[in-house]
């Protein structure tokens, strides 16, 4: 298609989608004599006003002057006092402060006067009319409209964040660059889709830890790594790759390297082997006492591998052996069927490649920072090429999707491309394919057909090209949400039934609604109750939930994606390697997909005394009779690794590299667990290693204590430090410590109500004596994440619904997500 027509096109409905919000007007604040006490103002005047004031504007919350009568008139003040008195960050310490039930009851009697008004005044807010699919959406988008799986990160540059998450439609801006990579992947995936023989040979690297960069990962490869590998196998690499037309296609495998660029292990001889979707595709043997001889006189390495290109599927399987230094060998040329296949290489488990053991504090003897040549040899990456001879393949998942029908003869041909097209159109622009949609396809249809190179071809061909005009429309790459006609200006009203199932299917699925949800919903019966209440419950209980939740929503929340960018300094903590990163994110990955299958509350992410471990991680934790390199369900016995805050991917993500940081965890509590964020600090603030005397080793307390000897930085650390000194126990990387700097822990503090806490488990039994108050800190986050807009004020009487009415089902899941999706922010909307 034209991109300059296509941008000029995005730009107008960009325009046309162009929001901004004015609330709807409520009575004006009146003046407060005498007569209008209220517990409110009583509290205000004599804690707050001298310094919130229209004098004094401290923090730019003026109290003297709000509606304290009919509070609503003056909510967004008062939404901002109620998150003080809830986590009493105010008064600060030092000035005299209420009571804990002075406290309770005003927050109380704030949320009370304001939830009533907004019954009556519901204010649902705006979220943007032109919503860009993210880049985890569009993947998704795309796997559920025609079966290819693709893989976000190497098509499309990160997305923004906003509060959070990568779903604010605010920061999902469409540049001109952006754009031309969209293109580019729409022509890629409907290629790969259609089945085009003449796609050009092309190698994908996969790592033994995903990732996209160049360089090996140190990954310990000594056991089964996962199901999906076959008993008795020992490391390797297992990959689902989409090959997109029937053909033949090259596996290649690379070792790790010593640091010297020595190949590893090859003092014995190594088993490889390359298995298709368990099927053994390849074999190979490298190393051994004659690993430095040379292949064979007058044969390259290349024609070497060539002559010895792997057992296959005939039925003769002749073992091909290479033994010299080098992995140019280790590659297979393989005919594929098109379609996702999985692919595992890995090394066959023999009696010399056993690891010699670990040495103090379970470091490895060949630990990442060696440059040992006698370590066990490992697989560092997968290159799968191809395709070679390519076919259009006469079935495949993408095809079965698309081809709805097949013309028999030329006279066919329009007929069956118009319903392959309206259904296409229906899918992707989630809502009633119109009679311009398919008309639009259409043209670009012909186009393509008549662009083919042989009458076979044209048919195919032609739906290529609409199917690529499918994949960059603004239909399918925006969600579009327009106020409806004749609307008065900030009326509020109830979405369209096509719209409510696109929130619906992009809060739960990051995707677009299936065929049971669209039909519903261009029924007009999704908005009803029951019919809604049922679709919640039938998309909670599909694995897509689980998984969208995970990882997106969850990683973003608590910050664990971030495991994947730990670098804890090798000289402290030098048995830190890639196999216990991996083992962080998969620990916390089960427990919170467990958490969801199994519909328990959600105050058991702060107290579940289950998780799960492999033997490395159980090791790390201190837990015995956990042993093999398989995650099982574990009961916990020590209640300071209970939920959340026992997990190390929590607790690495919020230390540094070379220490712990009580700020940042208390920081990461208060935001995350507790929704009382701190204010950003002042600019220039030194290390806190500056305030330790010259020469003078100290604990990170008792430099923070000296920090907070400033009464500039008391005011918030006293709010954070209490919560971080708590996790102190565990180290930058999650392990339990004992001593810091050569001194005894000290994991004390008292928390600004009051409380006296003492390490992790007292810390927890603190959360959940707020455990309402956690409960509102989730229903908020996923609020936002729902959403794809921040929380406003006007939105917090409606999180309070959500969790008051969740509390009778203590607070499960199941009941928490059904309360959003019912929710007037989830299905209204203010007009323009």
């Known amino acids: 298609m034209n991109q300059g027509a296509y941008l000029s096109k995005t730009k107008s409905v960009l325009i046309v989608g162009a929001i901004c919000f004015t609330a709807a007007g409520f009575q004006a604040p009146s003046s407060n004599g005498p007569a209008s006490t209220t517990p409110a103002r009583e509290l205000v005047t004599k804690y707050c006003v001298s310094?919130?004031?229209?004098?004094?504007?401290?923090?730019n919350l003026l109290l003297d002057n709000a509606d304290a009568v009919h509070v609503f008139n003056s909510a967004e003040t008062w939404e901002k006092v109620i998150v003080k008195l809830r986590s009493r960050s105010m008064p600060p310490p030092g000035i005299p402060r209420p009571d804990n039930a002075t406290y309770n009851s005003v927050a109380g009697w704030l949320e009370s006067e304001i939830d009533r008004a907004a019954a009556a005044h519901v204010n649902p807010g705006r979220p943007a009319g032109l919503h860009r699919l993210n880049r985890t959406e569009y993947a998704n988008s795309v796997r559920d409209l025609i079966g290819i799986a693709v893989d976000p990160e190497a098509l499309l540059p990160p997305d923004s964040q906003a509060f959070g998450f990568d779903t604010n439609a605010d920061v999902l801006e469409m540049e001109p660059a952006l754009l031309d990579r969209y293109i580019s992947a729409g022509a890629k995936i409907a290629r790969e889709a259609i089945g085009d023989p003449t796609?050009?040979?092309?190698?994908?690297?996969?790592?033994?830890?995903?990732?996209?960069?160049n360089e090996q990962t140190y990954l310990r490869q000594w056991d089964r790594m996962g199901e999906e590998f076959p008993l008795g196998s020992r490391g390797g690499i297992a990959a689902k790759h989409y090959f997109p037309v029937d053909g033949e296609y090259v596996f290649k495998l690379k070792l790790q390297r010593t640091f010297g660029s020595t190949i590893r292990g090859l003092n014995?001889?190594?088993?490889?082997?390359?298995?298709?979707?368990?099927?053994?595709?390849?074999?190979?043997?490298?190393?051994?006492?004659?690993?430095?001889?040379?292949?064979?006189?007058?044969?390259g390495r290349a024609a070497a591998a060539k002559k010895g290109s792997a057992q296959t599927d005939s039925d003769e399987e002749p073992e091909r052996v290479f033994q010299y230094d080098g992995d140019d060998a280790l590659q297979a040329r393989v005919p594929v069927k098109a379609g996702l296949h999985e692919v595992v290489a890995t090394l066959l488990k023999t009696d010399d490649a056993e690891p010699e053991g670990v040495g103090p504090d379970h470091i490895p003897l060949w630990s990442r920072s060696s440059d040992n040549n006698n370590a066990p040899a490992a697989i560092s990456s997968m290159y799968i090429g191809g395709p070679y001879g390519g076919q259009v393949p006469q079935d495949s998942p993408s095809r079965r999707l698309i081809f709805v029908c097949h013309p028999a003869n030329a006279s066919d041909e329009l007929p069956c491309a118009t319903k392959i097209l309206s259904r296409l159109a229906r899918r992707a622009y989630r809502r009633s394919a119109t009679n311009d949609d398919v008309q639009t396809l259409l043209s670009f249809y012909k186009r393509g057909?008549?662009?083919?190179?042989?009458?076979?071809?044209?048919?195919?061909?032609?739906?290529?090209?609409?199917?690529?005009?499918?994949?960059?429309?603004?239909?399918?790459?925006?969600?579009?949400e327009a106020d409806p006609a004749g609307i008065a200006s900030g009326a509020t009203y109830r979405i369209s039934d096509v719209e409510l199932a696109s929130r619906l299917s992009f809060a739960l699925w990051s995707s677009i609604p299936d065929d049971t949800l669209l039909d519903l919903a261009i029924q007009g019966r999704l908005k009803e109750p029951a019919v809604l209440e049922k679709q919640v419950s039938r998309m909670m209980a599909d694995p897509r939930t689980r998984e969208a939740l995970v990882d997106n929503f969850f990683a973003e929340w608590l910050q664990t994606r971030n495991v994947n960018l730990l670098n804890p300094e090798s000289t402290k903590f030098p048995w830190f390697d890639d196999n216990l990163r991996f083992s962080f994110e998969k620990e916390i990955n089960l427990f919170l997909d467990a958490q969801l299958k199994e519909n328990r509350s959600v105050v058991d992410l702060l107290t579940s005394n289950e998780t799960f471990l492999n033997e490395q991680l159980a090791r790390h934790y201190g837990v015995s009779g956990v042993y093999g390199t398989h995650f099982r369900k574990v009961t916990l016995t020590d209640e300071n690794r209970f939920g959340l805050l026992g997990k190390a991917a929590v607790l690495a993500v919020t230390s540094y590299t070379t220490r712990t940081s009580p700020t940042v965890r208390g920081k990461w509590l208060l935001e995350n667990m507790l929704a009382a964020p701190v204010p950003a600090p002042p600019p220039n603030i030194p290390a806190l290693e500056a305030s330790a005397p010259e020469g003078k080793v100290l604990s990170v307390r008792e430099m923070l204590e000296s920090h907070r000897a400033n009464a500039v930085c008391a005011s918030c650390h006293s709010r954070m430090d209490p919560l971080g000194f708590s996790l102190e126990n565990f180290d930058a990387i999650g392990?339990?410590?004992?001593?810091?700097?050569?001194?005894?822990?000290?994991a004390s503090g008292v928390l600004l109500d009051g409380t006296k806490v003492n390490g992790p488990a007292a810390l927890e039994h603190a959360l959940v004596a707020q455990k309402e108050q956690f409960v509102r800190t989730v229903t908020g986050k996923l609020l936002t994440y729902t959403l794809g807009r921040g929380i406003e004020y006007y939105d917090e009487p409606a999180i309070r619904g959500i969790v008051h009415n969740a509390a009778a089902d203590d607070y499960r899941w199941s009941s928490v997500v059904l309360g959003i999706v019912k929710s007037a922010p989830f299905q209204m909307r203010s007009a323009k």
């Not at 796609?199 to 960069?213: C, L, Q, T, V």
């Not at 099927?279 to 292949?295: E, I, S």
């Not at 042989?454 to 960059?472: M, P, Y």
């Open 51 to 59: 310094c919130h004031n229209q004098k004094l504007k401290t923090a």
């Open 199 to 213: 796609i050009p040979a092309a190698f994908e690297r996969y790592g033994a830890i995903k990732d996209n960069s």
């Open 268 to 299: 014995v001889a190594n088993h490889f082997e390359i298995s298709v979707d368990g099927k053994r595709v390849a074999q190979f043997t490298l190393g051994g006492p004659d690993a430095r001889t040379k292949p064979p006189a007058g044969e």
């Open 449 to 480: 057909a008549s662009q083919a190179n042989g009458a076979a071809g044209n048919f195919d061909q032609g739906i290529r090209a609409a199917l690529e005009r499918v994949l960059v429309s603004p239909d399918f790459l925006f969600r579009i």
């Open 735 to 746: 392990q339990w410590r004992t001593s810091d700097a050569g001194k005894p822990i000290d």
